[in-house]
């Protein structure tokens, strides 16, 4: 099937990627024209596993172009996807204006039949404004051409989204035309050779499948976070209780693990969105804001917890003369992806609380610097940031943190403190090395009714 991809960004980018490994013949299109010469040449502007080797492989075999001339991909393809950006506003509203953007230009150059799908997150009902962006272009033009709109939401994980993509949990597909619904079942069955797991739905509800299914993820993860701060505070241990409730088959493991909070591209900003959307049904989403407020709050847990052990109690800059430590920049593993990252937050707040932080990630740091400059120091040595350091902050849980070399984490640190924002390491076992070592919901109680 021939198909043009709107937006060289990471849904874009895999989904084209995989639509060429399945034989068809894709364009990408964006109107950042240094990032389409440099995919041209090979330069992948984002990290994600597999994806470069993808890339090259498709672009060789000719599967897989990159252009900024929207009027040739239209009318060279069947399907036009949408998958540009949709940031949020002041509000918290999804900005639509790179969507209807792309519609608009759908609607300037299609010469026939096309079905025009949004794979970019978008708010209910945006599908109704793609199609009378699009009647209006044809109208203008004094031309009358038969289309259809799919809302067809993805479900990728940074980090696996390759995996997520070729072997799919599920494929959403929002439409009325049993037609329509057919073509994009041709174009997805080569993902579904073990299992049909296609959802043919109509389109609001596919609109509102993606908004529900990120909500309710952060709900858990806000939930669990929650849990651990109480289990502090009970005498509690927050990994035997999620031991015990994920064994619960209505529960599940998945997403119930504490952390510093949730950060990216997909949970801060659709949350936001699904709040705002309800507000404007006026229907007032009081779990969801609550989730976003526990998101913020445990944002700073990791930095409180190194003021509290580290500070000078009263001061105006607790930390100062303070060098931390810190593991991890990304929002997740596998990613290079600093945006809505907990670790801004925590480093934020150490620097205002005085401190000095220098920082190890295994891809993030590039896109560090653009946040922080040269106010921490980076290297990308994990264990060069440890000389003479104060703490060790464990903020993204990357496979390279999980089994470290403690001995040499001790003999570097001035004090063997390790703030852990993971739970990556067995108490018992970091006591018994003569660690100081400060955990998320595992510490035993410190009163309300907890015994240590």
């Not at 596993?49 to 009027?71: C, H, W, Y």
């Not at 793609?130 to 004094?142: D, F, K, N, S, T």
């Not at 908004?211 to 651990?228: E, G, K, P, V």
């Amino acid at each position: 099937m021939k198909i043009c991809i709107f937006g060289a960004g990471y849904v874009g980018l895999v989904a084209a990627a995989c639509f060429a490994e399945s034989g068809n013949s894709v364009i990408t299109v964006d109107v950042d024209e240094a990032r389409i010469e440099g995919l041209k040449q090979g330069i992948i502007p984002i990290y994600e596993p597999g994806l470069k080797e993808m890339v090259l492989r498709n672009q060789a075999e000719g599967r897989l172009s990159f252009t900024s001339d929207a009027i040739a991909a239209v009318q060279a393809s069947l399907v036009s996807f949408i998958a540009v950006g949709t940031p949020p506003g002041e509000d918290g509203s999804a900005d639509l204006k790179y969507v209807l953007g792309v519609a608009r230009q759908i609607g300037q150059a299609m010469t026939g039949f096309k079905i025009i799908v949004d794979k970019s997150t978008v708010p209910v009902g945006t599908a109704d404004k793609v199609r009378q962006a699009i009647a209006a272009e044809l109208a203008a033009r004094g031309v009358d051409l038969e289309f259809d709109v799919v809302s067809n939401p993805e479900f990728l994980k940074e980090g696996a989204a390759i995996e997520d993509f070729m072997k799919p949990d599920r494929v959403v597909i929002g439409t009325d035309n049993v037609r329509t619904a057919e073509l994009m079942k041709e174009l997805y069955d080569p993902f579904m050779r073990k299992q049909n797991r296609m959802i043919v739905m109509d389109i609001r509800s596919a609109e509102m499948t993606k908004y529900a299914a990120n909500a309710m993820l952060a709900t858990r993860i806000s939930f669990m976070n929650q849990i651990a701060g109480l289990c502090e505070r009970m005498g509690a241990d927050v990994a035997a209780v999620r031991e015990g409730i994920g064994s619960d088959t209505r529960i599940g493991y998945d997403f119930l693990f504490p952390g510093p909070g949730y950060g990216g591209s997909c949970f801060p900003k659709d949350v936001k969105a699904l709040v705002k959307t309800a507000e404007e049904c006026d229907y007032d989403f009081l779990l969801l804001k609550a989730v976003e407020e526990v998101n913020e709050r445990q944002k700073e847990v990791l930095a409180d917890k190194l003021i509290k052990a580290l500070g000078s109690p009263g001061a105006e800059k607790p930390l100062t003369g303070r060098t931390i430590a810190c593991w991890g920049l990304s929002f997740k593993p596998r990613t290079d992806d600093m945006r809505e990252a907990p670790a801004i937050t925590i480093i934020e707040r150490l620097l205002a609380a005085g401190a000095s932080v220098r920082a190890h990630d295994p891809e993030a740091i590039k896109e560090a610097r653009k946040v922080f400059g040269d106010r921490i120091e980076y290297s990308q040595n994990q264990y060069d940031i440890l000389a003479s350091a104060d703490a060790l902050a464990v903020i993204t849980d990357w496979n390279e943190y999980r089994n470290p070399d403690f001995d040499r984490i001790k003999a570097s640190l001035k004090s063997p403190l390790i703030v852990d924002g993971r739970n990556l390491y067995k108490p018992d076992r970091m006591h018994r090395a003569g660690f100081s070592y400060i955990p998320l919901g595992r510490n035993g109680g410190n009163g309300c009714g907890g015994s240590k």
